[in-house]
């Protein structure tokens, strides 16, 4: 088999922060090399490097205090991304690309490397919708988070990390999605990535190799590594230590991991700080917590933790479409959001998703000569996603996070009758989409689907009302992981208030997805970045006095 040509060549040959920096000096400990157990003490230990605990390293180093990053997964940045699904699969994802719920109903695209999801997204990057702020002042108390109030952390953010309108070529993949939509009349618009000078490379899932994804990796860390911070790489958080009370934290104890990143060598590192903060991940964050026996008066630790349940449709098309190439989601629709009651029946947006060699292969359940038709076809094949809004109604609860008996997390997520018949119209819309946009084939993503595809729409939207939508039959994914941490003004109803403080712990805070009281029904960095940037903001003043907690730029 001939895989087309993937990509151009970079036009440009980056200047890589990290290997400057480590030259300069920099704070990087691989805890894999570590010789003995040691105990180290800061202001601020931020377990976590994505979204929350990238800005807020930077945030808080650029306030004046100590501070330290506590990254389970390797440090891996321009000049090691290659753009090979073999190498970054492994290195750079939870369990391998291969993280999935208890059930194995849905599988679970997770980020595992210094920078965390930002590092390895496709970049998108949203607002909070209105209705869902506005039930989350209804519901939770959150008063503070309205529109009018965040919209300026919004602005800040934006700013920081090159949020804006797409300007760029749409590739053939997104072209389906506008071209459909248009076709049958319904709305669609343009993302904004995080992107500055990018060249449309097409493999962000893997890591940028020219830095123009503005991820953690490459503003707000380099700038906290600049002004001292520390960064462990490969040591993962296990328990926190409590004082008699467990009113405060005293302490967080550390697994050094072996060079694969996978299991503990048998050092220990402690880590004191006067103050805490949790950015490790709606999965990862409440098992931390539970592993520790944190209190949890109310039964909210690990509850109501959401992802966004994703359905694919692909389509074969007699022209080329090239969904490995180009930035990777450029289009979308809330079609099927904006038109639904928030607290009814769970809508769903519509995005793309971009093709890979290895995702291709072992996505589809075909063998034989069917598989090879299929990636002999590689080239003329595009996919629509959908994630469907949960959380919004009385038997969308979501899903409990669990530890297995070694002590690593599990999500329990059963997925409601309503939540699966929004799956099955999702797909059905998908459907509609692909022949309007002018699919000669188009596959449903479901064990029991026709193997070779529908040849109309009339074929398809028939098969996809017949199909029995229960986990495991019908394929689904997620790369967006939620709640677990909620965040609310009454402690009977989350883990922490409204600041992100923990409800029991008085110098925990927790900064990422997990405080979500719900799904949000569009890609979560931006809001996990706005959020961030506000409690960080609070922390800084309110446990250190410091009035100037500003956002800094990025530095040579």
Known sequence: MTIPQIISKPTRKPVDPWVVGKRAGWKVIDASTLTADRTVTFDVAIIGTGAGGGLTAEMLAASGLKVVLIEEGPLKSSSDFNMKESEAYPQMYQENLARRTLDGGVGILQGRTV???TTVNWATSFRTSAPVL???QRIFGLTEYTRAKMDPWFAAVEKRLSIQPWGGQINGNNAILSTGLSRLGLSWNTISPNVK?????????????????????VTSLPVAMSLGATLYTRLRAQTYTFNAAKTAITGIVCDALDPAGLKPSGRKVTIKAKHYVQATSAING???LMRSGAPDPHGTLGKRTFLHPSASVGGLYERDIAAHAGLPQSIYSDHYLDNVPLTGTPGWKLEVAPLHPVLVAGGPTYFGEQHATLMKN???????????????????VGGTVQLRADGSPGLDYPLSSTVLESIRQSIKSQGAVHFAAGA??????????????????ASFQAAADALVMTTGRVRLNSAHQMGGCGMSADPTKGVVNPNGRHHQVTNLSVHDASVFPTSL?????????AMTARNTAKLAYDIFRIRNCQLTTPRD
């Open 286 to 288: 409440p098992a931390l």
């Open 197 to 217: 000078g990018c060249a449309a490379l097409g493999y962000c899932g893997l890591g940028c190799p020219i830095n123009a994804k503005q991820s953690m990796l």
């Open 440 to 457: 000669a084939r188009v596959f449903i993503g479901h064990i029991d689907a026709a193997t070779p595809g529908y040849a109309d729409n």
């Open 115 to 117: 920078g965390g999801g």
């Open 521 to 529: 029904g569009l890609n979560p960095q931006e809001t996990i970045w």
């Open 134 to 136: 506005e039930h989350w």
């Open 378 to 396: 590689f080239n003329k094949y595009g996919v629509t996603i959908s994630f469907v809004r949960d959380g919004f109604m009385a038997d969308s």
